[in-house]
């Protein structure tokens, strides 16, 4: 039952944020009086000599005390005596884990919105250098219609963004203080969590003692924001995959940021792209456990809680090692700008510039669909691209065409035509304002 039940293994790195939040809760014992003020000295002391030896590595760390908090606890009553007993007045473990908890995932958000602007920052310089790069679009994975490379990285950049505006959000419901709830219904002495919540740069306090300790939806939002994110580096990992293939040959990844075959010398597998899509397997999982955990409790804490951390604390480890990877894949990143030229010959990319042609004539859309759809089986059954299909040809589906029909079906000109809203005639228009937002 000892080792079934002992959480230091993982809870040791709370260890910082644990004596920070013991700290706060001692300076307000002796400025209230619960404590002497001598008392209080005294523990903070041994408080931060502890926080030194964990910094130094030499924290003697005993799995037996079974808890972050209690090896901190006895190494403190080691270090002062008796007198760091007194540390757990007004306090109990319950409220003691929520505290760290949220401020040990408050840094930790901080820290992953930061990975998130370095890739699209990186994100934003590749779309700059191919702004005008010209690519198919897709739709069901087919040919749709002409964008530029500069236009597609631009969709993750906004992807990104508001990963990072749902981690604000997130950070939000985080700071809110627990510490000076008890065990779940507060206590009889007059502790001061406003001050406590001052000095740990908290926006709020709990407003109810048994909300304070049970409460994990602030993990759970933490895990979603999270596996929400990851699921957006899989979708840019899983086209990276596809472009760096020989089918696709649009780019070509970083050496470093591929491996070997044991067998083909001549294989680059795009491993980091690979593992991150890999991963996201296991941060869904992280919020689903978590969801599961919580959707049976009673109030108001549970030692079930305990099982709160390490799919939060595995979650914000593999979303920034892959934040990180994705962001050097972006930056070394090459582009095979004829490929992606080349590929726009094959599916009649052009129809719905075709379409619109004819609906800029006065003909309804739908009879204009018809019409071009008639073209593209002409085109197909010659072997031939729209482009290449002689005048008569157009004539005869619709009186409509004229000479400037061509002119229609050039793709560079079809791209800096689609200047609506977030068009990719639009690029260069994103990019300074991506531009302006970075320099706020």
């Known amino acids: 039952m000892e080792a079934f039940g002992e959480s230091l293994h993982f809870d040791r790195r709370l260890g910082a944020v644990d004596i920070r939040a013991s700290i706060a809760h001692a300076r307000m014992l002796g400025s209230r009086g619960i404590i002497a003020k001598k008392d209080s000295n005294a523990i903070i002391r041994g408080l931060k000599s502890i926080k030194k030896e964990m910094d130094d590595g030499t924290f003697p760390f005993d799995p037996r005390l079974e808890d972050i908090h209690m090896n901190i606890e006895a190494r403190l009553i080691d270090l002062i005596g008796p007198t760091g007993g007194k540390l757990h007045t007004g306090r109990s473990r319950n409220d003691q884990v929520a505290v760290d908890l949220r401020l040990w995932l408050r840094d930790e958000i901080r820290r992953a919105a930061e990975e998130i602007k370095g890739l699209i920052n990186q994100t934003v310089e590749q779309a700059r250098k191919h702004a005008a790069t010209v690519m198919p679009g897709y739709t069901h994975l087919q040919h749709a219609q002409p964008v530029t490379f500069g236009h597609h990285l631009l969709a993750y950049v906004s992807m990104f963004e508001r990963d990072i505006e749902r981690f604000k959000g997130c950070a939000k419901r985080v700071n809110i203080m627990p510490l000076g709830a008890g065990a779940l219904a507060g206590g009889t002495l007059p502790l001061d969590p406003e001050s406590v919540a001052e000095e740990l740069d908290f926006d709020d306090v709990f407003t109810n003692s048994m909300d304070a300790v049970s409460d994990r939806d602030f993990a759970a939002e933490f895990l979603f924001c999270a596996a929400l994110c990851q699921i957006h580096l899989s979708r840019m990992a899983e086209e990276l995959i596809l472009w760096s293939s020989t089918e696709f040959d649009f780019v070509e990844l970083p050496e470093e940021y591929t491996t070997g075959s044991s067998i083909m010398p001549q294989k680059r597998n795009p491993d980091s792209a690979e593992l991150t899509r890999g991963k996201t397997g296991r941060m869904i999982g992280n919020l689903t456990a978590v969801l599961t955990l919580l959707k049976g409790l009673p109030l108001a804490y549970n030692r079930d809680l305990q099982e709160d951390k390490e799919p939060v604390f595995d979650a914000s480890d593999t979303l920034r090692a892959s ?73 005869s589906a619709s009186k409509l065409f004229e000479k400037d029909v061509f002119d229609s079906l050039d793709i560079d000109k079809s791209i800096s035509r689609r200047k609506t809203r977030g068009g990719p005639g639009t690029v260069n228009k994103q990019l300074r304002k991506y531009v302006r937002r970075k320099k706020k």
């Open 323 to 395: 934040l990180r990877v994705i962001t050097g894949v972006m930056k070394g990143l090459k582009v095979n700008k004829a490929s992606m030229r080349d590929a726009l010959k094959d599916g009649f990319i052009e129809a719905t510039d075709l379409a619109e042609y004819l609906v800029r004539k006065g003909m309804p859309f739908r009879e204009a669909h018809e019409v071009v759809g008639e073209l593209v089986l002409a085109a197909s059954s010659k072997g031939v691209a729209l482009g290449e299909l002689d005048f008569e040809t157009y004539r």
